[in-house]
């Protein structure tokens, strides 16, 4: 019975091509795959949108929107109502190619990801073998279309905005690799279904989660500050700061095109965290070894959307990052901790089981955090500014 | 030379080809992107993924990023004052076919050395990264110090630029 | 520098989070139209112009012949955006002090340029416009809906006492005091004018014997 409902989508999709001929089934089991994807994650994105606004809401002593439905139910109906039916202003001197392409670049890109991610047992669309790569790939692809966006505009605001938001994913894409890199040194393997594979034992009732090792926890820190960045999430969210840029690289999207900037950001939220959570929360396994009953795939995207209740409280919590700030955080500080960490996580690997990796590790790791967090970002720019090209 | 390598060759030809024809510098830039992913889908035809994708993560995330960047930070991106077909199309038609000629006659002689292998070998991940650090190992690191040193060298130029400008 | 100023305003706004759904003070929203907030006794908001209960000088309706207002036009020419548009009537009434006064034949205020600055108040020497409290006056009509006038502006002094207390009883007294002044006034011109008719009236006998004796 627990098996059953386990694999509930999985007999299910078997059930289903089952009525067609041989040849066809495949091809359209992926096509049944597919489509269940592109309506399951923009039905996650509304309800994470109300519950973003709930949430922040909240979190600022008032209300979130409380008047479309119950407790603001059909706000995201709402949203997208409004999104469909406002007019497509598309500015006269702007580049109309390409800025018809930015929003369907990103959002085709980030949807891709989505292939490689095992959402429950057996349930990859694609098992590669260079998943987590092929992964990567596919977010690099998203900065070429927040730059397309930007630069089509022929808005000085929209350009400014899309430049800061690429310098900022380049460098925030760093430590991202590298703190995905330890995991795939530990595992051995690239491919994400081998990973969780590698995460779904227990000691005890302790599951063996990457992120309950020293090497672990750091590099999911690491990894969750370069996925906020990478989101353009706050507190990185410079680049569409809205108090700074009007709306930076989507000035001059409205109506459904915003509408899709909007979705790309807020998918791309969930399949970043289903990446992290494959990576260092054990993907679809059980926090508890005696709570495996419960199907694997609740247990997914219970930990997506614990993940996205996380940003929506870093977003109500911290100031934004001022560029330059951002940038030296990335390059000195967050890169070198992730340097470490790769040498962290080889050292756990060669000493072997036992305590003594436990004390080393957790100890390198400390000393060197309370070190860097001493040195390096200490403000002792106190005085007045100086000014690069101004004088 | 099945149906997808005639499409995913067609749209290489048409992104490079497209990269040289338009007027404006960054509709270049990504027609070459174009380009670029074409090249990354043609590994991935040959099975060779790790070439695809480390294709696709370098040339469209940051190489065409870069150019792009280039583009806009110097004056390229206004349009160009004269022709964009130089004056000397003729004597560059033949330098390029001779080229081509080069290169497709070494390929050619190449292939008729090659032993025939009715099953292409697997190359996974773990074998291109066991090749890497015992075979390629020098190449490797030679790299690592060619980035390292361009890397330094970018910093340099730009302190020189700051203190001049102070 | 370790992050620690992080984990504290995490802290701080899960407790608000968390908090909001059982104490008052973590979520402080009033859900206006539904819930208001009492406004306090100084709200001011657009003028209005008091009348007497107690019927003076004339018929016609009780707001007509109880206004305070005598049409010196002080606020009208001391409104900043002028807002106030007074017409003199052409007879006089009897005020509270039974001296005849004018009154306004029209006067009309435009609330959509008034500013609440309740300069008008201020100037009046004859207590007669008071700001309101009321401040949901939109209309659909955009070309006269926004223009009050006397009959809409009238509201009597009973409604002054409910919606600014102290203010109307302070008032009150004052114009009381000023009738008793008015009345001791009255009372000593006409005690003054008795005695001199009783002086007169003595005088006059004494004088006319004189007069029929010559």
């Known amino acids: ?391 | 030379m099945s149906v997808v390598f005639y499409i995913l060759a067609a749209m290489t030809i048409a992104g490079g080809l497209a990269a040289m024809l338009l007027k404006n510098t960054v509709h270049c830039a990504l027609a070459v992107t174009v380009a670029f992913s074409g090249l990354a889908f043609l590994f991935l035809e040959l099975d060779a993924q790790f070439a695809g994708f480390a294709q696709i993560l370098v040339y469209v995330g940051a190489v065409a990023i870069l150019v792009v960047f280039a583009i806009l930070l110097t004056r390229g991106s206004e349009t160009p004052k004269d022709s964009v077909y130089s004056k000397n199309w003729l004597a560059g038609l033949v330098i390029a076919a001779g080229v081509f000629a080069v290169l497709g006659w070494a390929v050619l002689q190449s292939a008729a050395v090659l032993p025939h292998e009715t099953a292409t070998p697997t190359v996974t991940v773990l074998d291109i990264g066991n090749a890497l650090m015992t075979r390629y190992v020098l190449p490797l690191e030679i790299v690592a110090l060619l980035l390292t040193v361009a890397m330094i060298g970018a910093v340099i130029v730009a302190l020189h630029e700051k203190t001049e400008a102070q | 520098m370790l992050g620690e100023g992080i984990l504290k305003g995490l802290a701080e706004t899960a407790k608000n989070f968390f908090g909001s759904y059982f104490s008052k003070e973590r979520l402080t929203t009033v859900e206006y139209p539904e819930q208001r907030i009492a406004p306090i006794e100084a709200t001011r908001d657009f003028p209005f112009l008091v009348y007497d209960e107690e019927n003076r000088d004339g018929g016609g309706p009780e707001w007509e012949a109880g206004l305070r207002c005598v049409a010196c036009q002080i606020c009208e020419k001391e409104c900043p955006p002028k807002c106030i548009y007074i017409e003199k009537s052409k007879d006089k009434k009897l005020d509270y002090l039974g001296k005849a006064q004018y009154y306004p034949a029209r006067f009309d205020i435009d609330i959509s340029v008034c500013m609440s600055c309740q300069i008008c108040v201020e100037v009046c020497p004859f207590e007669s416009i008071k700001m309101d409290t009321k401040f949901e006056m939109s209309t659909t009509d955009r070309f006269g809906g926004l223009i009050l006038d006397r009959e809409h502006l009238a509201k009597s002094n009973t409604y002054y006492h409910k919606i600014h207390p102290t203010e109307a009883a302070a008032v009150d007294a004052h114009l009381a005091a000023e009738k008793v002044k008015a009345d001791a006034k009255a009372k000593a011109a006409a005690d003054a004018a008795e005695a001199k008719a009783a002086a007169a009236s003595a005088v006059k006998p004494a004088v006319k014997p004189a007069e029929g004796a010559a």
């Open chain 1, 1 to 391: 019975m627990i098996e059953k409902m386990d694999q509930i989508f999985v007999s299910l999709l078997h059930w289903l091509i089952s009525f067609l001929p041989a040849f066809l089934q495949p091809f359209v089991g992926v096509v049944i795959c597919v489509a269940v994807i592109v309506c399951l994650y923009p039905a996650l994105f509304a309800l994470a949108v109300l519950l973003e606004r709930k949430g922040l809401g909240r979190m600022q002593n008032r209300y979130g929107p409380n008047r479309v439905g119950p407790f603001g139910i059909l706000q995201p109906i709402a949203d997208g109502v409004k999104s469909l039916t406002k007019e497509d202003i598309v500015p006269l001197s702007a580049d109309a190619v390409v800025h018809f392409l930015a929003p369907v670049v990103l959002v085709v890109a980030v949807f891709m990801g989505f292939a490689v991610l095992p959402m429950g047992r057996n349930m990859v669309l694609v098992d590669m073998d260079a998943g987590l790569l092929f992964y990567f790939a596919m977010s690099a692809t998203t900065e070429l279309s927040v730059f397309m966006a930007g630069w089509s505009s022929r808005n000085k605001y929209s350009l400014l905005g899309a430049m800061r938001a690429v310098a900022q994913m380049i460098s925030y894409e760093v430590p991202l690799l590298m703190s995905s890199v330890a995991v795939v040194m530990i595992t051995g393997s690239l491919s994400l279904t081998k990973i969780v594979a590698a995460q779904d034992s227990y000691t005890g009732i302790f599951p063996h989660w990457y992120i309950f090792t020293p090497w672990g926890f750091a590099g999911f820190v690491m990894y969750a500050i370069a996925t906020t960045a990478e989101t353009n999430r706050s507190p990185f969210d410079l680049p569409e700061g809205e108090s700074e840029l009007v709306a930076g690289y989507h000035t001059e999207y409205s109506g459904f095109k915003f509408a899709l900037f909007f979705l790309g950001e807020y998918v791309a939220m969930f399949s970043i965290s289903g990446l992290g959570t494959t990576l260092f929360l054990g993907g679809w396994s059980a926090p508890f070894s005696f709570l495996t009953w419960v199907p694997s795939w609740i247990w997914f995207f219970s930990k997506i959307m614990l993940s996205i209740c996380v940003f929506i409280w870093v977003r109500g919590t911290l100031p934004r990052l001022r560029q330059d700030q951002l940038m030296n955080f990335a390059w000195k500080f967050v890169l070198p901790m992730t340097l470490l960490n790769l040498f962290v996580a080889a050292l756990w690997h060669f000493l072997g089981e036992g305590w003594q990796r436990w004390v080393f590790c957790s100890a390198i790791l400390v000393v060197a955090y309370v070190a860097m967090g001493l040195v390096e970002m200490r403000s002792d720019h106190f005085g007045p500014r100086k000014y690069r090209y101004a004088e």
